[in-house]
Protein backbone atom coordinates (compact mmCIF):
# COMPACT_ATOMS: atom_id res chain seq x y z
CA UNK A 1 0.00 0.00 0.00
CA UNK A 2 1.28 3.55 -1.00
CA UNK A 3 2.21 5.45 1.82
CA UNK A 4 0.42 8.81 3.78
CA UNK A 5 2.51 10.84 2.62
CA UNK A 6 2.43 9.85 -0.85
CA UNK A 7 -1.33 9.46 -0.94
CA UNK A 8 -1.41 13.12 0.20
CA UNK A 9 0.91 14.44 -2.29
CA UNK A 10 -1.40 12.78 -5.12
CA UNK A 11 -4.53 14.25 -3.78
CA UNK A 12 -3.11 17.64 -4.15
CA UNK A 13 -1.74 17.72 -7.24
CA UNK A 14 -5.44 15.60 -8.20
CA UNK A 15 -7.30 18.44 -6.41
CA UNK A 16 -5.14 21.27 -7.95
CA UNK A 17 -5.75 19.86 -11.63
CA UNK A 18 -9.83 19.62 -10.34
CA UNK A 19 -9.54 23.37 -10.07
CA UNK A 20 -8.08 24.16 -13.05
CA UNK A 21 -10.57 21.84 -15.40
CA UNK A 22 -12.96 23.62 -12.85
CA UNK A 23 -11.87 26.95 -13.98
CA UNK A 24 -11.77 25.99 -17.81
CA UNK A 25 -15.47 24.60 -17.54
CA UNK A 26 -16.80 28.23 -16.64
CA UNK A 27 -14.97 30.13 -18.90
CA UNK A 28 -16.24 27.62 -21.83
CA UNK A 29 -19.62 27.99 -20.70
CA UNK A 30 -19.36 31.84 -20.85
CA UNK A 31 -17.57 31.55 -24.27
CA UNK A 32 -20.21 29.18 -25.98
CA UNK A 33 -23.24 31.19 -24.66
CA UNK A 34 -22.03 33.74 -26.76
CA UNK A 35 -20.92 31.16 -29.38
CA UNK A 36 -24.46 29.78 -29.12
CA UNK A 37 -26.13 33.45 -29.47
CA UNK A 38 -24.09 34.06 -33.17
CA UNK A 39 -24.44 30.85 -34.45
CA UNK A 40 -28.28 30.70 -33.72
CA UNK A 41 -28.71 34.17 -35.22
CA UNK A 42 -26.61 33.58 -38.49
CA UNK A 43 -28.19 30.21 -39.16
CA UNK A 44 -31.62 31.61 -40.20
CA UNK A 45 -30.11 33.52 -42.95
CA UNK A 46 -27.86 31.09 -44.11
CA UNK A 47 -29.85 28.16 -44.30
CA UNK A 48 -32.58 30.64 -46.49
CA UNK A 49 -29.96 31.07 -48.81
CA UNK A 50 -28.83 27.53 -49.31
CA UNK A 51 -32.44 26.78 -50.22
CA UNK A 52 -33.03 30.01 -52.26
CA UNK A 53 -29.92 29.27 -54.48
CA UNK A 54 -31.18 25.66 -54.68
CA UNK A 55 -34.60 26.45 -55.73
CA UNK A 56 -33.13 28.85 -58.26
CA UNK A 57 -30.83 26.36 -59.52
CA UNK A 58 -33.66 23.84 -59.70
CA UNK A 59 -36.11 25.98 -61.39
CA UNK A 60 -33.36 26.56 -64.37
CA UNK A 61 -32.76 25.53 -67.59
CA UNK A 62 -29.55 23.50 -68.41
CA UNK A 63 -26.77 25.98 -67.22
CA UNK A 64 -23.28 25.82 -68.56
CA UNK A 65 -21.31 27.65 -65.86
CA UNK A 66 -17.99 26.89 -64.09
CA UNK A 67 -19.48 26.91 -60.62
CA UNK A 68 -22.25 24.28 -61.99
CA UNK A 69 -19.40 21.40 -62.74
CA UNK A 70 -16.03 20.17 -61.87
CA UNK A 71 -13.21 21.68 -63.08
CA UNK A 72 -10.50 20.14 -64.92
CA UNK A 73 -7.40 19.61 -62.31
CA UNK A 74 -7.97 16.13 -60.10
CA UNK A 75 -6.92 18.34 -56.62
CA UNK A 76 -10.00 19.44 -54.35
CA UNK A 77 -9.61 22.19 -52.05
CA UNK A 78 -10.85 21.43 -48.29
CA UNK A 79 -11.46 24.36 -46.10
CA UNK A 80 -10.91 22.24 -42.43
CA UNK A 81 -12.14 24.01 -39.58
CA UNK A 82 -10.65 22.52 -36.26
CA UNK A 83 -9.35 24.69 -32.79
CA UNK A 84 -6.19 26.42 -31.85
CA UNK A 85 -6.22 24.43 -28.08
CA UNK A 86 -6.86 21.33 -27.29
CA UNK A 87 -8.97 19.56 -23.90
CA UNK A 88 -11.90 19.83 -25.69
CA UNK A 89 -12.69 15.85 -26.07
CA UNK A 90 -12.93 14.70 -29.67
CA UNK A 91 -13.96 17.63 -31.16
CA UNK A 92 -10.60 18.58 -33.11
CA UNK A 93 -9.66 14.61 -33.99
CA UNK A 94 -13.73 14.04 -35.31
CA UNK A 95 -12.84 16.68 -38.37
CA UNK A 96 -9.81 15.16 -39.00
CA UNK A 97 -11.01 11.75 -39.27
CA UNK A 98 -13.40 12.90 -41.74
CA UNK A 99 -9.88 13.91 -44.22
CA UNK A 100 -7.63 11.28 -42.98
CA UNK A 101 -10.41 7.87 -43.31
CA UNK A 102 -12.74 9.43 -45.51
CA UNK A 103 -13.25 9.14 -48.78
CA UNK A 104 -10.83 11.56 -50.08
CA UNK A 105 -7.28 10.85 -51.24
CA UNK A 106 -4.27 12.22 -49.22
CA UNK A 107 -2.83 12.92 -52.79
CA UNK A 108 -5.61 14.64 -54.31
CA UNK A 109 -6.22 17.34 -51.82
CA UNK A 110 -5.00 20.95 -50.99
CA UNK A 111 -5.92 21.97 -47.22
CA UNK A 112 -6.89 25.47 -46.48
CA UNK A 113 -6.44 24.96 -42.17
CA UNK A 114 -8.81 27.60 -40.39
CA UNK A 115 -7.34 26.22 -36.32
CA UNK A 116 -3.69 24.88 -35.45
CA UNK A 117 -4.67 21.79 -34.70
CA UNK A 118 -5.61 20.18 -37.53
CA UNK A 119 -2.82 21.77 -39.67
CA UNK A 120 -0.42 20.20 -37.40
CA UNK A 121 -1.74 17.25 -37.81
CA UNK A 122 -2.37 16.87 -41.51
CA UNK A 123 0.75 18.72 -42.25
CA UNK A 124 3.01 16.39 -40.15
CA UNK A 125 1.41 13.42 -41.93
CA UNK A 126 2.24 14.57 -45.45
CA UNK A 127 -0.88 16.87 -46.87
CA UNK A 128 -0.78 19.54 -49.29
CA UNK A 129 -0.68 22.63 -47.56
CA UNK A 130 -2.32 25.81 -49.15
CA UNK A 131 -2.98 28.19 -47.08
CA UNK A 132 -3.33 28.99 -43.48
CA UNK A 133 -5.95 31.09 -41.33
CA UNK A 134 -5.71 29.82 -37.81
CA UNK A 135 -6.31 33.18 -36.32
CA UNK A 136 -9.63 33.30 -37.87
CA UNK A 137 -11.06 31.26 -35.40
CA UNK A 138 -10.36 33.07 -32.89
CA UNK A 139 -13.39 35.45 -33.22
CA UNK A 140 -14.39 35.08 -36.63
CA UNK A 141 -15.61 38.06 -38.59
CA UNK A 142 -18.07 37.86 -42.53
CA UNK A 143 -15.06 39.26 -43.94
CA UNK A 144 -12.37 36.43 -42.97
CA UNK A 145 -14.82 33.98 -44.40
CA UNK A 146 -14.40 35.87 -47.83
CA UNK A 147 -10.89 35.97 -47.87
CA UNK A 148 -11.26 32.31 -47.38
CA UNK A 149 -13.89 32.21 -49.94
CA UNK A 150 -12.06 34.27 -52.30
CA UNK A 151 -9.07 32.09 -52.07
CA UNK A 152 -10.82 28.61 -53.00
CA UNK A 153 -12.71 30.48 -55.62
CA UNK A 154 -9.42 32.01 -57.12
CA UNK A 155 -7.72 28.16 -57.18
CA UNK A 156 -10.79 27.30 -58.68
CA UNK A 157 -10.82 29.82 -61.43
CA UNK A 158 -7.27 29.25 -62.17
CA UNK A 159 -8.10 25.28 -62.40
CA UNK A 160 -5.83 24.87 -59.76
CA UNK A 161 -8.33 22.83 -57.83
CA UNK A 162 -11.80 20.93 -59.32
CA UNK A 163 -13.76 20.53 -56.29
CA UNK A 164 -14.09 22.60 -52.88
CA UNK A 165 -15.27 20.84 -50.00
CA UNK A 166 -15.78 22.26 -46.26
CA UNK A 167 -14.85 20.07 -43.10
CA UNK A 168 -16.42 21.54 -39.70
CA UNK A 169 -18.76 20.90 -36.65
CA UNK A 170 -22.05 21.60 -37.28
CA UNK A 171 -23.41 22.81 -33.99
CA UNK A 172 -27.09 21.09 -32.61
CA UNK A 173 -27.22 21.77 -29.27
CA UNK A 174 -24.90 21.99 -26.15
CA UNK A 175 -24.71 18.44 -26.09
CA UNK A 176 -24.78 17.84 -29.42
CA UNK A 177 -22.05 18.70 -32.36
CA UNK A 178 -21.86 17.07 -35.56
CA UNK A 179 -18.73 16.37 -37.67
CA UNK A 180 -19.57 17.28 -41.31
CA UNK A 181 -17.87 17.19 -44.55
CA UNK A 182 -19.90 19.24 -47.48
CA UNK A 183 -19.31 20.02 -50.67
CA UNK A 184 -19.27 23.71 -52.10
CA UNK A 185 -18.39 23.39 -55.91
CA UNK A 186 -19.32 22.52 -57.79
CA UNK A 187 -22.45 23.93 -56.11
CA UNK A 188 -25.12 20.58 -56.16
CA UNK A 189 -29.13 20.90 -55.47
CA UNK A 190 -32.16 19.04 -54.55
CA UNK A 191 -32.29 16.34 -57.74
CA UNK A 192 -36.17 15.83 -56.49
CA UNK A 193 -36.80 19.49 -56.71
CA UNK A 194 -35.22 19.65 -60.06
CA UNK A 195 -37.17 16.74 -60.86
CA UNK A 196 -40.47 19.10 -60.46
CA UNK A 197 -38.94 22.40 -61.90
CA UNK A 198 -41.23 21.68 -64.84
CA UNK A 199 -44.44 21.92 -62.72
CA UNK A 200 -43.15 25.46 -61.96
CA UNK A 201 -42.52 28.89 -63.80
CA UNK A 202 -38.68 28.52 -65.14
CA UNK A 203 -35.97 30.78 -63.85
CA UNK A 204 -35.18 34.08 -65.81
CA UNK A 205 -32.39 35.86 -65.47
CA UNK A 206 -31.01 39.58 -66.00
CA UNK A 207 -28.65 40.41 -67.66
CA UNK A 208 -27.82 36.99 -68.38
CA UNK A 209 -27.77 34.42 -66.05
CA UNK A 210 -23.52 33.94 -65.86
CA UNK A 211 -23.00 37.63 -64.69
CA UNK A 212 -25.95 36.81 -62.10
CA UNK A 213 -23.84 33.46 -60.62
CA UNK A 214 -20.99 35.03 -60.91
CA UNK A 215 -22.53 37.55 -58.07
CA UNK A 216 -24.56 35.33 -56.46
CA UNK A 217 -22.12 32.01 -56.02
CA UNK A 218 -19.12 34.07 -54.17
CA UNK A 219 -21.82 35.35 -51.67
CA UNK A 220 -23.14 31.61 -51.50
CA UNK A 221 -20.16 30.02 -50.71
CA UNK A 222 -18.65 32.96 -48.26
CA UNK A 223 -22.13 32.82 -45.92
CA UNK A 224 -22.00 29.27 -46.28
CA UNK A 225 -17.97 29.33 -44.75
CA UNK A 226 -18.83 32.54 -41.95
CA UNK A 227 -22.15 29.75 -40.78
CA UNK A 228 -19.41 26.69 -40.54
CA UNK A 229 -16.95 28.92 -38.65
CA UNK A 230 -19.69 30.76 -36.30
CA UNK A 231 -21.18 26.83 -35.48
CA UNK A 232 -17.45 25.73 -35.16
CA UNK A 233 -16.86 28.17 -32.59
CA UNK A 234 -19.74 27.20 -30.92
CA UNK A 235 -18.96 23.49 -30.99
CA UNK A 236 -15.38 24.09 -29.93
CA UNK A 237 -16.53 25.48 -26.34
CA UNK A 238 -19.59 23.00 -25.99
CA UNK A 239 -17.14 20.19 -26.35
CA UNK A 240 -14.63 21.93 -23.95
CA UNK A 241 -17.82 22.85 -21.61
CA UNK A 242 -18.48 18.56 -21.37
CA UNK A 243 -14.60 17.60 -21.69
CA UNK A 244 -13.99 20.08 -18.76
CA UNK A 245 -17.13 18.79 -16.67
CA UNK A 246 -15.93 15.39 -17.05
CA UNK A 247 -12.23 15.88 -15.68
CA UNK A 248 -13.65 17.27 -12.99
CA UNK A 249 -16.21 14.78 -12.10
CA UNK A 250 -13.68 12.13 -12.58
CA UNK A 251 -10.95 14.08 -10.28
CA UNK A 252 -13.65 14.44 -7.27
CA UNK A 253 -14.18 10.64 -7.67
CA UNK A 254 -10.53 9.91 -7.82
CA UNK A 255 -10.06 12.41 -4.63
CA UNK A 256 -13.09 10.58 -2.81
CA UNK A 257 -11.14 7.48 -3.25
CA UNK A 258 -7.86 8.82 -1.85
CA UNK A 259 -9.05 9.94 0.85
CA UNK A 260 -10.53 6.34 1.71
CA UNK A 261 -7.24 5.11 0.87
CA UNK A 262 -5.53 7.70 3.56
CA UNK A 263 -7.80 7.38 6.07
CA UNK A 264 -7.64 3.67 6.13
CA UNK A 265 -3.58 3.89 5.90
CA UNK A 266 -4.13 6.46 8.94
CA UNK A 267 -5.85 4.01 10.56
CA UNK A 268 -3.43 0.83 10.03
CA UNK A 269 -0.56 3.37 10.83
CA UNK A 270 -2.17 4.03 14.46
CA UNK A 271 -2.95 0.36 14.94
CA UNK A 272 0.56 -0.28 14.22
CA UNK A 273 1.40 2.35 16.84
CA UNK A 274 -0.62 1.26 19.54
CA UNK A 275 0.46 -2.42 19.00
CA UNK A 276 4.02 -1.91 19.34
CA UNK A 277 3.49 0.27 22.16
CA UNK A 278 1.46 -2.41 24.27
CA UNK A 279 4.00 -4.79 23.11
CA UNK A 280 6.64 -2.50 24.48
CA UNK A 281 4.80 -2.15 27.79
CA UNK A 282 4.24 -6.14 28.42
CA UNK A 283 8.10 -6.61 27.36
CA UNK A 284 8.93 -4.36 30.11
CA UNK A 285 6.49 -5.80 32.79
Known sequence: MASMRDIQRRKNSIQSTGQITKAMKLVSTVKLQKARAKAEQARPYFEHMYNTVSSMLALSSDINHPYLKAG?????????????????????????KLITRGELKQEDLKIYSVGRKGKDYLERRGYEMAADYSDVINEPLYKDAQEIGNAVLTAFKN????????????????????????KLLPVEFDQKEAAESGKSIPM????????????IIPKYICGLI??????????????????????????????????????RARQGSITQELTEIIAGAQAIS
Open 204 to 215: NYEPDEEEVLNI
Open 226 to 263: YSALVEAVASENGARMQAMDSATSNAEEMIADLSLMYN
Open 159 to 182: KEVGEIYLAYTSFKNTVSHQPRLI
Open 72 to 96: ESKKKAVIVVTSNRGLAGGYNSNII
